[in-house]
């Protein structure tokens, strides 16, 4: 009995870091980021407390608000699935053993290494401008910067780059794949596009619903690109929550507002994902020999 | 059969052309920063004229008062500590969670998880207010302490998962052998788990090295700003752009991370599959 | 037993040894803070950070007399901080909020009431009257805008005014007397005229910030003379059909080709001359203000020519720009303000100094600068016209106590005529109502 008593204590002992680290930085803050959202908290001076004002603004007053949680949405439309698109493709011809298969690899990981820095967002001010490398590359007289219907989709570019994470975690999934089902839907007569979708997807199911969730969440999170290509602009067509709510609260000084607006996205980031669970009973297939 | 070769090159050049879309935006940057603006501008060609290092000389200077000397150093101070202390504290934990049963454990552990889904726009406005109260604001504090108090749950899991697949009969025997809980973690158990800890190592490195949005909240001075504030000070003065200068500074910059990726790319591979970490 | 006991020491040690390193580092930061209240007293090594935002040749010069004053000062160290001007504002609330601001702090004089809704944020200049001398400078300007609430927060950097800069060779060209363009409509017939030569050509070279920002309220001013807010009601000073004027007449210049289409300028916005259409000269006309205009800013010098701003028929005043570029203020939480103060007296009033920073931040504020300047042709003469222009008809009205919101909304209209997301009459309604709302809550 004190034996057990003494290794529950120890137990406590090493998640202490983590229990101190999950108050101090991690639940006081979510608190009073809520508790903020309902007063009119500046970045400096008095504050009190105002109910449900900022969330009442939110939704009659701030036209921004919609406009960007729209840009959010495109931003998430575009980026994931072509993503994911990229990244399989690639996964499935890397898995059909070719040459040079390392090499192939590190060219399509390296963007996921460097694509949040500034680093790349300054390359990409560089490559789109008007008189830019990719206009005098393609032949175009595009604005990809400048023009409101574009600069999204540039944006967009630098976070579809990055879709090595995405590949390798397939790659790695697909090599699961025992080949005798292949070869039995092969013997059963079936194309190579039907063993697709009736063999290798549904094996690979489970994997496609964390990099969803995963590739979702860190759309959701994307700031510097946005902040250094665009500044948000022109038209406000970049000006991704992330963004508008940095500006609010630090440019603005409204951070209780802006508190609010986070909560907004918070709760917009749990429908979607409990969205995404809940659909995925349908479609994930949970191999019981196969996995680990 | 002939239909089968058939397909294999096609998708062989599908993926080099994908592959050389790829990879040429950082080739490119990587010659633009030896061209002349007009060049930059202005030609197709991949390779400069002449290999021009003035962009390289006036762009490390930057400010004249600091120089990327100053900012490589400020970069090393932030990340340095931050990834000791995140692997550590996160090895700890970890161990905690995964080899010892007490009350609330599974509890603990889903809550940890869950905190992976609150987004950071939640969080920094919070969090800027009480750095502020603590007096550190304009300091590395807000980089070190979070990693040093584990809270990075993502590692945490990926360790704790690591930890679930080494047999507990490695500890039950270094136990006889009179091993005390601790020692276990750092003789047996530390030594499997060296690949998990470089991977976190790895990315954390990533991570902090690219963080642009902390370091614009937290830092003001430019004496201890990191790189990625220097470059888009680099980019936002308002004279004249020298694009070659902040294309060699930002090659400069993210040169550490290239030659980090070619010495362990093993590991990244590793790390990415055995957790789906992002880099 | 015993070793049981002892790896529970261990685990102790092991989780609790993070807290100590934790609390080992905010004593380190104490010992600092100490440390530095010391010199004060001894008068040993002071370090005071400077803030400010520019252009390269203004950053050299300012560096160079920093080096200068260290030079005869060797226990004070300057730390320069500066960029450009696109983010400093936010940049600045947030540290004067945070108390990590610089304890120089260079700052738009548009911007002066958010600030001071921050808090005191800046010490009262006149408490350094013996170290700090500001006799010498334009009295009429230290009292527009050197006090807020009777407290002399801060001293101006120079005189600037709005400044039209022609190149008129390109007139020339096109067959257009630049004499002639006196009204907003002789302005876009002069557009027009221009494109129609070349399509390359666009007369006007502005970016929607600098128009929304700076440009709409000197043509409100015309419209209305009266600033764009009352400041102490916080009301609107124009109806919506002044607004719609307005509004109306910068839809015509996008429309006639008078402006370069909006998403072309948009990646040179305030920073127009890196503009490649303005370097390679088919840009005929710049609107700025005269401190951003710097050597090096345009290559024809031969035909540089300063314009008078255009007027409506019916205008209540000339609308121009006439203020200091930007004012230096020391900040409260600045440990040694008398070191601070006695850097600005020789910032403003040393002959080594004036002779150093020359027309960086245009036309010096204090005689003497003036006169140094003059004399040593420091400044181009076309913008020492513009500011002879500006200084005889400046509008009495430069909205300077604007609130940022208000500017934000309105530049959000015109960003919308810019890039002709409809009607200019539904813009408009849009714009008074988002106005109506935000000052409503101001005005809590």
């Given at each position: 009995m004190k034996r057990k008593k003494l290794g529950e204590a120890k137990g406590y002992l090493y998640i202490f870091p983590w229990i101190i680290g999950f108050l101090m930085f991690q639940l006081i803050p979510l608190v009073n980021s809520f508790r903020y959202s309902l007063t009119d908290i500046k970045l400096g001076g008095e504050y009190q407390f105002i109910g449900i004002e900022n969330y009442i603004r939110m939704f009659t007053e701030d036209v921004d608000l919609f406009n960007s949680m729209w840009v959010t949405i495109k931003y998430i439309i575009m980026v994931v699935p072509a993503k994911l698109i990229f990244a399989l493709i690639v996964a499935m011809i890397l898995s059909m053993?070719?040459?040079g298969i390392r090499i192939f690899r590190t060219m399509y990981y390296l963007p996921s290494i460097l694509g949040g820095s500034v680093a790349i967002s300054a390359l990409w001010r560089v490559m789109f401008m008007k008189s830019g490398i990719i206009n005098n590359l393609i032949g175009t007289d595009i604005n990809?910067?400048?023009?409101p219907k574009y600069a999204l989709f540039t944006i967009g570019l630098i976070d579809i780059w990055q879709f090595g994470s995405s590949m390798v975690l397939f790659f790695a999934a697909l090599k699961q794949v025992p080949r005798d089902l292949y070869e039995a839907a092969q013997i059963d007569g079936a194309g190579k596009v039907k063993v697709f979708f009736k063999v290798t997807l549904p094996l690979i199911s489970p994997v496609m619903l964390f990099n969803i969730v995963m590739q979702t969440i860190n759309a959701l999170q994307n700031y510097t690109s946005a902040y250094v290509v665009?500044?948000?602009?022109?038209?406000?067509?970049?000006?991704?929550m992330a963004l508008k709510i940095y500006e609010d609260a630090?440019?603005?000084?409204d951070l209780g507002y802006a508190s609010a607006e986070s909560w907004l996205l918070f709760i917009f980031l749990l429908c979607l994902s409990g969205f995404i669970f809940f659909t995925s009973k349908y479609w994930v297939f949970y191999s019981d020999g196969g996995g680990k | 059969m002939k239909k089968k070769k058939y397909i294999r090159w096609c998708s062989f050049i599908l993926i080099t052309v994908i592959g050389i879309c790829m990879i040429y935006p950082l080739v490119w940057m990587f010659f633009a920063s030896f061209k002349t603006n007009e060049e930059i501008n202005?030609?197709?060609?991949?390779?400069?004229e002449h290999f021009d290092w003035s962009g390289f000389i006036k762009g490390w200077d930057s400010s004249g008062q600091y120089t990327f000397t100053d900012f490589f150093i400020n970069t090393f101070v932030i990340v340095v500590p931050t990834v000791l202390f995140t692997v550590i504290s996160c090895t700890v934990v970890a161990y905690g969670f995964a080899r010892f049963s007490f009350k609330g454990n599974k509890l603990l552990f889903g809550v940890m998880l869950s905190t992976?889904?609150?987004?950071n726009a939640v969080l920094i406005i919070p969090r800027y207010l009480l750095f502020r109260d603590f007096g550190?604001?304009?300091?590395?504090m807000p980089f070190w302490m979070p990693a040093l108090f584990a809270c990075y749950p993502f590692f945490i899991y990926q360790e704790v998962q690591f930890l679930r697949g080494i047999p507990k009969e490695l500890d039950e025997a270094a136990k006889i052998d009179g091993c005390n809980s601790f020692q276990i973690l750092t003789r047996i158990l530390i030594p499997i788990l060296k690949p998990s800890m470089i991977s976190i190592c790895i990315f954390q490195t990533i991570w902090t090295w690219n963080d642009f949005m902390n370091p614009l909240i937290y830092i003001n001075s430019v004496s201890k700003y990191p790189l990625s504030l220097a470059l888009r000070m680099g980019l936002d003065?308002?004279?004249?752009?020298?694009w070659n200068e902040i294309m060699s500074m930002a090659c400069v910059s993210i040169l550490p991370l290239v030659i980090m990726f070619f010495c362990l790319q093993k590991y990244f591979v590793e790390g990415i599959a055995s957790s789906g970490l992002k880099g | 037993m015993k070793k049981k006991y002892l790896s529970l020491f261990m685990s102790v040690i092991l989780a609790i040894s993070s807290v100590v390193v934790f609390s080992g580092c905010g004593n380190a930061d104490k010992g600092n803070k100490t440390d530095g209240q010391n010199t004060e007293s001894s008068d040993e090594q002071v370090t005071l950070r400077f803030m400010w935002w520019g252009d390269d040749v203004r950053h050299q010069a300012t560096l160079d007399v920093i080096e200068q004053y260290e030079k005869e000062h060797p226990n004070v160290k300057i730390e320069a901080e500066y960029g450009g001007y696109d983010g400093y504002f936010e940049k600045l609330t947030t540290q004067l909020s945070g108390g990590t601001a610089a304890d120089i702090i260079q700052y738009n004089a548009n911007t002066v009431s958010d600030l001071m809704a921050i808090g005191d944020?800046?010490?009262?200049?006149e408490d350094y009257a013996d170290i700090l001398?500001?006799?010498?400078?334009n009295q009429e300007f230290i009292k527009n805008f050197s006090y807020y609430d009777d407290k002399m927060i801060a001293l101006p950097t120079g005189i600037n005014g709005g400044i039209w800069l022609a190149n008129t060779a390109l007139f020339d060209e096109a067959g257009i007397?630049?004499?002639?363009?006196?009204t907003w409509e002789d302005f876009i017939e002069a557009g027009k005229t221009l494109h129609e030569v070349?399509?390359?050509?666009?007369l006007f070279n502005i970016d929607i910030e600098t128009l929304g920002k700076e440009l709409l309220g000197s043509i409100m001013a015309q419209i209305t003379?009266?600033?764009?807010?009352?400041?102490?009601?916080?009301?609107?000073?124009?109806?919506k059909e002044e607004l719609l004027k307005a509004f109306t007449l910068i839809h015509d210049m996008y429309e006639n080709n008078v402006i370069e289409p909006a998403a072309d300028s948009a990646p040179y916005a305030l920073k127009l001359n890196t503009n490649p259409k303005w370097i390679n000269h088919e840009l005929a006309v710049v609107y700025g203000a005269?401190?951003?205009?710097?050597?090096?800013?345009?290559?024809?010098q031969d035909t540089a020519e300063a314009l008078d701003m255009p007027q409506f028929e019916?205008?209540?005043?000339?609308?121009i720009l006439y203020v200091p570029p930007q004012m230096l203020a020391i900040s409260?939480?600045?440990?040694h303000p008398e070191v601070a103060a006695d850097f600005l007296n020789y910032f403003y009033n040393d002959e080594t100094a004036i002779n150093t920073l020359?027309?960086?931040?245009?036309?010096?504020?204090?005689e003497k600068g003036q006169q140094i300047c003059e004399e040593n042709g420091y400044v181009d003469p076309v913008l020492v016209s513009a500011i002879d222009k500006a200084g005889e008809?400046?509008?009495?009205?430069?909205?300077?106590?604007?609130?940022t919101e208000v500017v934000e909304i309105l530049q959000d209209g015109v960003e919308k005529i810019a890039y002709n997301q409809g009607n200019v009459e539904s813009i408009t309604d849009d714009t008074m109502g988002l106005l109506e709302e935000t000052l409503e809550r101001l005005q809590k």
């Open positions: 053993k070719i040459k990809w910067l400048g023009d665009t500044g948000g602009g022109p038209l406000k067509s970049t000006n991704i630090f440019v603005k000084s | 202005l030609a197709v060609n991949l390779l400069p992976l889904m609150v987004p550190w604001l304009d300091s590395y003065v308002a004279a004249s752009t020298n | 944020v800046f010490v009262n200049l001398d500001t006799s010498d400078f007397d630049a004499e002639t363009i006196k070349n399509e390359e050509y666009y003379g009266e600033d764009l807010i009352n400041k102490d009601t916080m009301e609107m000073n124009f109806t005269t401190s951003n205009i710097f050597d090096g800013y345009y290559d024809f019916d205008a209540k005043e000339s609308g409260s939480k600045c440990e020359k027309a960086c931040r245009s036309l010096p504020a204090t008809t400046g509008t009495i009205h430069q909205n300077l106590y604007t609130p």
